[in-house]
């Protein structure tokens, strides 16, 4: 019942960009920090960013500071990823994920739903 479909990985060259997008149903979007993690083969599973229920506090990992941006459209119980200037060492499965009251916002064991996984590759 509880749903988040991402969209929108794929193929990229080093330096390009990719929007991921991620559909919530089944829970009360507007009352959950929803976040992306990723995690590349062999590697722990990575927080990327997170934001909170309306938008106004948003927290990103050191590695993609100046490069992703979270938004989220609650009206439509969406929220994205727009990734610039991507590098090699962004390759991995990403997935969306949304909690609430979280205790801490990098720990995978937050966040009660989480999408299916899309899986961006970074290379020439």
């Known amino acids: 019942q509880v749903q988040l479909v991402e969209s929108g990985g794929g193929l990229v060259q080093p330096g390009g960009s990719l929007r991921l997008s991620c559909a919530a149903s089944?829970?009360?979007?507007?009352?959950?920090?929803t976040a992306w993690f990723r995690q590349a083969p062999g590697k722990e599973r990575e927080f990327v960013v997170c934001?909170?229920?309306?938008?106004?506090?948003?927290y990103y990992t050191d590695s993609v500071k100046g490069r992703f941006t979270i938004t989220r459209d609650n009206a439509k119980n969406m929220v994205y990823l727009q990734m610039n200037n991507l590098k090699p060492e962004d390759t991995a499965v990403y997935y969306c994920?949304?909690?609430?009251?979280?205790?801490?916002?990098?720990?995978?064991?937050?966040?009660?739903?989480w999408g299916q996984g899309t899986q961006v590759t970074v290379a020439s």
């Open positions: 089944g829970f009360t979007f507007t009352t959950y920090v």
């Open positions: 994920a949304a909690g609430e009251a979280i205790p801490n916002w990098k720990a995978t064991t937050s966040y009660a739903y």
């Open positions: 934001q909170n229920q309306i938008g106004s506090f948003t």
